[in-house]
């Protein structure tokens, strides 16, 4: 598999505050994200005979002085020489982080602004799996990693003196298919920052007593004001461009590995190439929905810049491609300009890792936009009454045609 691009957290809040910059106040914000595909070396030689296909090297060497561990958070090398691992939906990518529960209590830790937001939300993939070496086989279970919120006003963050809580949540991973089988699941958590004493704020990793070893992988960490969401959404919508016609699917299944979002832009009002930034290296895109005549957030998925999944259409715009979905579940999104009124966007995701739509009769018109952090330029569908084919509790259609 590609390699794919770390962004750090200064790079993040920079693309926060550039999105902030174009669309207003931000309902969400992005503080880092991470896939773990890009560490500062190639885990070293520990990955031999004594710790096959895992690299002891600590976390913040590896990824960036903004992680703290206790002990050792491990890298897993998923397609390592030492082929001890199979990753078959390949959501890990080449690199995931692994956590042991109990032999030794494994934990991480990243410190952060939350700017003033009510919530500091958590999405990630984990998935039940063990270390054949290190010390280990562990045992493999299904995982529970809790993720404590501590109140931390001096900035600098100590295992030692955690100081006060404000928050915790538990996270529930799948059953071990084998101990060398990653099983994923996407998991969100929501940690509220009430009582911190000036936002400065600590979120710890810990693997539950009874988890065995377990991985952790594609980490979104965003601050809102609404639980659960890690979008970088605008709070209301901007003035974006419109498009002959639209299409927006979304399908909420008892099973999330079935949740659909599809959304199609068509023949819209002439756009160039470089009027949707520069997605290999710089622009962000979120979709973001909207409900109701208030146009209050619903919910929101957002795609980082990053080369190896997006590439030039050359003269015309850009496509996005990740099979996993390991970005908010979007597996595709397609940007074509137009020197006439044919310009073309496309965003189609599937998964778990889709934001949580509650469909049932949702609020009308319901606004979906595209924006991006390099400039803005944004695309948008609204749908009214009249355009509604299906909207219940499993299911959300709408065709929007302009006269």
Partial sequence: MNSRVRRSCRALLLAATALLGVGGVAQGIILYQNDFETPSEEPPADLGVYCPDISVSTVNFLYGPEFQQTNTVETIAI???GNQYDDPSEIGGDYALGMLCCV?????????????????????????????????????EQPTFRLTLYDTPGGVWDFNAPGTVLSSVDLVGNSPIDPYTFNWKNVVGSLSTAGSVNGTVTVVWDLLPGSGYASFD???????DTPGDVSACPDSPQSCRSAEKS???IKDDNDNTKDKL???WIKGLQTSQAEFGDP?????????LYAGTAATFLAGASVPAVASKWSEIPGKGYKY????GTASG????????????????????????LPDVTLGSLPLPLTTQLVNTDNSVCFEGTYGSGDVIKNDATQFKAKAQQP
């Avoid at 594609?218 to 809102?224: C, G, R, Y």
């Avoid at 290999?280 to 973001?288: E, F, K, M, Q």
């Avoid at 491609?321 to 996993?324: F, I, N, R, V």
């Avoid at 397609?334 to 778990?352: D, F, M, P, Q």
Wanted: aromatic residues 6%.
């Fill in 79 to 81: 397609n390592g020489p």
């Fill in 104 to 140: 030794e209590d494994d934990k991480a830790a990243l410190t952060f602004d939350s700017q003033g937001k009510l919530f500091l939300n958590l999405q990630m993939d984990i998935s039940p799996i063990d270390a054949n070496g290190c010390g280990g086989p562990f045992g493999v």
């Fill in 218 to 224: 594609n980490l979104v960490i965003a601050v809102s």
């Fill in 247 to 249: 299409l927006l699917l």
């Fill in 262 to 264: 599809i959304w199609k």
């Fill in 280 to 288: 290999v290296n710089s622009a962000d895109y979120t979709l973001c």
């Fill in 321 to 324: 491609k990740d099979k996993a």
């Fill in 330 to 353: 979007v597996q595709k999104i397609v940007l074509k300009g137009s020197t006439e009124n044919k310009a073309k966007a496309l965003v189609k995701g599937k998964g778990g890792g």
